[in-house]
């Protein structure tokens, strides 16, 4: 079965960088585009951004509230998809998962989630 | 950008219940829709994609339905483990929004 794990999440201080991994098994992960979402603590899902496969020249789309500071990159000999975090602020502060997207454009598996916290 | 308006925010409901969540989109989206399950301290979950098709695996008590642009998550008959929060997402277009989601809580 397909499976998502999520790295890298932890303390920063604002104005810092974090770099998360998603580590993707159990299918072609080269096959599928992949998105990163995130969840404040007590609140709802807020999608950060999508990357898209080879076939699709590995294009990306973000949020508004995240570009320019987040970038998103896949390894696929790796199965491992990649969110670069700069210029943190205490906003961004939340587990960040990733998903795959299937072919339907519809979301079937998710991350556990890793934890950022940005804080002085 | 499309607003996911859901509804309602919060509803108590007991084992056996018939429940209807509801998610209205500020334009049309097609059938372009999916519905999400999280429990506390947990990933969410996939439910319905392409707004009433069930993903693998989930309980057939689990439908969804569209009318236009309002779009209804139903459980037919509320088992313990459905307690959680339930999330509609559009994916017409970006920037990909979800509703506020709603919790269920047992009466």
């Known amino acids: 079965e397909a499976q998502l794990v999520e790295s890298g999440g932890g303390l920063v201080q604002p104005g810092g960088s974090l770099r998360l991994s998603c580590v993707a098994s159990g299918f072609a992960f080269s096959d599928y585009r992949v998105d990163w979402v995130r969840q404040a603590p007590g609140k709802g899902l807020e999608w950060v951004g999508r990357?898209?496969?080879?076939?699709?020249?590995?294009?990306?789309e973000y949020a508004a509230s995240v570009k320019g500071r987040f970038t998103i990159s896949r390894d696929d000999s790796r199965s491992s998809l990649y969110l670069q975090m700069n210029s943190l602020g205490v906003e961004d502060t939340a587990v960040y998962y990733c998903?795959?997207?299937?072919?339907?454009?519809?979301?079937?598996?998710w991350g556990q989630g890793t934890l950022v916290t940005v804080s002085s | 950008d499309i607003q996911m308006t859901q509804s309602p925010s919060s509803v108590s409901a007991s084992v056996g219940d018939r429940v209807t969540i509801t998610c209205r989109a500020s334009q049309d989206i097609s059938n372009l829709l999916d519905w999400f399950q999280q429990k506390p301290g947990k990933a969410p979950e996939s439910l319905i994609y392409?707004?009433?098709n069930l993903q693998s695996g989930v309980p057939s008590r689990f439908s969804g339905s569209r009318s236009g642009t309002e779009f209804t998550l139903t459980i037919s008959s509320l088992q313990p483990d459905d307690f959680a929060t339930y999330y509609c997402?559009?994916?017409?277009?970006?920037?990909?929004?979800f509703g506020q989601g709603t919790r269920l809580e047992i009466k």
């Open positions: 990357l898209r496969k080879r076939t699709e020249s590995y294009t990306t």
């Open positions: 997402r559009q994916y017409k277009s970006f920037p990909v929004t």
């Open positions: 998903v795959r997207v299937a072919s339907s454009y519809s979301y079937d598996y």
């Open positions: 392409g707004a009433s």
